[in-house]
């Protein structure tokens, strides 16, 4: 069952005002209405809202963690300030791509005296307190980092949601490459993208030789590298294959397995780029697929009957794009 959070959230005296202009608005006894004819179904929030009452959207918040089906949560637009909350009930969260999440301190008005605006000061603390707290047992993030992203006022599009723990993934985007993450590591089960780079090494001499991977652009980084390997029995050449690297080296394993995530991002977002350019995006996607680089697809463009004068505009404009993009890079550096 869809129930759609979109307009202010507001008292439920207030969402009368609201239905009799015709004006979209979410209070709680609008959600407790639609909850209670889901009957227990699943439901999934579709959001657009800019916040309101902070007492408001805590009342729905309970109401949602209460409720006994499966809530998911999608960003459609905006969750801002109290509409952040609705997202943090859902069991899953997700976000447009073009979704924003903006998180702030609590705010209100006072008319009184010295003691009248200490009492609101100290409510509005408590306040920022609790929804950190909430954004905590979603996010897993400490309370005063949390803090800190209120205090500042911060916006997230979809990339920096997902890096924060705000949501669970992105819309639409079924085809990520995989993430490496602790718990794939210490079950040592690799992402196949990062498993072809180490295939890469599996068998091969490392040689003793000092390699410097920080200091070489990704562009200049050569697909085998020759690392050097440090035993307290030997210096010299001998045979290992990645079970054993990852056991003796782990610094020198993590090392190459980043390096084999860089390589495959810059391989992805090259054939990416390339998709605004080729008139089969298809092809573009089962090169991504099937490990191809920007080079083999030129050459299956060529085979599937695409002219000489297509395929080297397709790469012109493909060059003048990096060159922009290092362009870029070079001016963050200075």
Do not use: C
């Amino acid at each position: 069952m869809k129930i759609n959070i979109k307009g202010p959230i507001v008292s439920s005296i207030s969402q009368r005002y609201y239905d009799q202009e015709k004006i979209e608005a979410v209070s709680p006894a609008r959600i407790e209405k639609e909850l209670r004819e889901a009957g227990g179904k699943d439901i999934e929030l579709y959001i657009n809202s800019n916040g309101g009452s902070v007492f408001a959207a805590s009342e729905i918040y309970t109401l949602l963690k209460e409720y006994k089906g499966k809530v998911t949560a999608k960003i459609v637009g905006l969750a801002a300030s109290a509409a952040s909350f609705f997202v943090m009930a859902a069991d899953q969260a997700l976000i447009s791509p073009l979704g924003q999440i903006m998180i702030h301190n609590a705010s209100t008005s006072t008319y009184g005296n010295s003691d009248s605006h200490r009492s609101s000061y100290e409510m509005l603390s408590g306040t920022d307190k609790a929804i950190a707290n909430v954004y905590r047992l979603k996010t897993k993030l400490p309370i005063d980092k949390l803090l800190e992203l209120m205090n500042k006022t911060t916006w997230m599009n979809a990339e920096k949601a997902v890096e924060l723990g705000f949501v669970d993934g992105v819309m639409f985007n079924t085809k990520e490459i995989e993430p490496f993450t602790q718990a794939s590591y210490q079950e040592k089960k690799l992402p196949q993208h990062v498993q072809n780079i180490v295939d890469r090494i599996e068998n091969k001499t490392l040689s003793n030789y000092v390699y410097n991977l920080s200091s070489m652009p990704m562009n200049e980084q050569p697909k085998s590298v020759p690392i050097t390997v440090k035993t307290q029995t030997t210096r010299s050449d001998y045979f290992m294959n990645a079970a054993d690297l990852q056991m003796k080296q782990p610094e020198l394993y993590n090392e190459i397995v980043k390096l084999g995530m860089q390589q495959e991002r810059q391989r992805v977002e090259t054939l990416q780029n390339l998709a605004h350019v080729v008139d089969d995006p298809q092809m573009v996607q089962h090169a991504i697929q099937n490990g191809k680089d920007a080079g083999e697809l030129a050459i299956d463009m060529v085979k599937n009957g695409w002219s000489e004068q297509s395929k080297y505009e397709a790469e012109a404009k493909l060059i003048l794009m990096e060159a922009v993009k290092l362009m870029n890079e070079n001016e963050k550096g200075r």
